[in-house]
């Protein structure tokens, strides 16, 4: 039904009203514009819309029904500005993300949870993955923000901001490196056990890319896709990790491990990155977590790091 909508609102108006005459005074136009635009609407339909009764014009069959379909229209048309002013508001909606699995914990601590303060209509999905499946996500639109790290360049990624995170030497403090006052060197680390990402993920290459540039192999006795292995692994006096220090920002605060500065140039200029796909329009609300998001690493740079 291809009916104008101020035509009906012409109809409805006539119903409400009681007659024609009452209607073109209520809308300030003349009866018979009001007579041509029922008439119109009856061509349309192939129907009589109206008939007299002693209390003035009341509809049909087919007015009623259309009658019933105008006020459903109205409600319709009223939730949909109501849900749109909520949305603007950013009292409501829906936002994805995707980040690598050492984000979690600060994540969870800091933005997301001011955010979801500010903003408890908007709802969250959080997911982790590998470098490439954080780019996965966000090219093919299953995540509205991604936060990875060591990746620099891709053609569909936007880099909204970038952060600095050297790449450290994690843990036990009884660890035998434990005690370096400076930097310690790859030839050294490569001297000891270590537990690492397994092969593929963004810190393995990162990692691998290191030891190859300085010609040096590495002694790894564990490989695995879970943080929380790896950081139970840097607990142990016998094996240590490489991470960026926010990775376990809780277990340096309290103690259980230590960071070291690593000297290599490779490490040393690592970032994270928050990414969206280029030309993909952000939703308000998503706007508004990229700027906490940002903020958020903003403070990263801020931290002392590894050695301090």
Not at 81 to 103: I, K, N, W
Not at 265 to 273: D, G, L, N, T, V
Not at 278 to 284: A, D, Q, S, T, Y
Not at 291 to 306: D, I, K, P, T, V
Request: with cysteine; glycine share 6%; charged share 25%.
């Amino acid at each position: 039904m291809d009916i104008p909508h101020q035509r009906l609102v012409y109809f409805q108006v006539t119903i409400e009203a009681g007659s024609v005459r009452q209607a073109a005074a209520r809308l300030d136009i003349a009866p018979s514009a009001v007579s041509r635009q029922l008439s119109l609407i009856e061509e349309a339909l192939g129907a009589p819309l109206l008939e007299r009764s002693r209390q003035g014009v009341v509809p049909t069959p087919v007015g009623q029904m259309l009658l019933d379909y105008c006020r459903k229209r109205a409600a319709l048309d009223d939730n949909f500005s109501e849900a749109l002013d909520a949305y603007q508001r950013l009292e409501t909606g829906h936002l994805s993300l995707t980040v690598g699995e050492g984000f979690v914990g600060d994540l969870l601590d800091t933005p997301l949870r001011t955010f979801t303060e500010r903003y408890r209509g908007v709802r969250l999905d959080v997911d982790t993955g590998s470098t490439s499946d954080i780019i996965e996500a966000v090219v093919e639109d299953e995540a509205h923000i991604g936060l990875m790290y060591h990746e620099r360049l891709h053609p569909q990624l936007r880099f909204w901001h970038s952060s600095r995170q050297p790449l450290v030497a994690l843990m036990s403090p009884e660890h035998p490196l434990a005690a370096a006052e400076h930097e310690v060197s790859l030839a050294a680390l490569s001297e000891h056990p270590m537990a690492l990402w397994r092969t593929g993920h963004g810190v393995r290459q990162l990692v691998d890319e290191g030891f190859r540039e300085a010609g040096l192999g590495q002694h790894v006795t564990m490989q695995t896709n879970s943080l929380s292995v790896l950081l139970h692994a840097a607990r142990s006096e016998l094996t240590l990790t490489l991470l960026p220090a926010f990775a376990a920002a809780r277990e340096l605060e309290d103690g259980a491990l230590v960071a070291r500065a690593v000297d290599c140039e490779r490490f040393r200029q690592a970032h994270a990155h928050i990414v969206t796909r280029i030309g993909r329009r952000m939703p308000k609300a998503g706007l508004q977590l990229l700027r906490h998001l940002e903020r958020w690493m903003r403070a990263f740079n801020s931290r002392q790091g590894a050695g301090h």
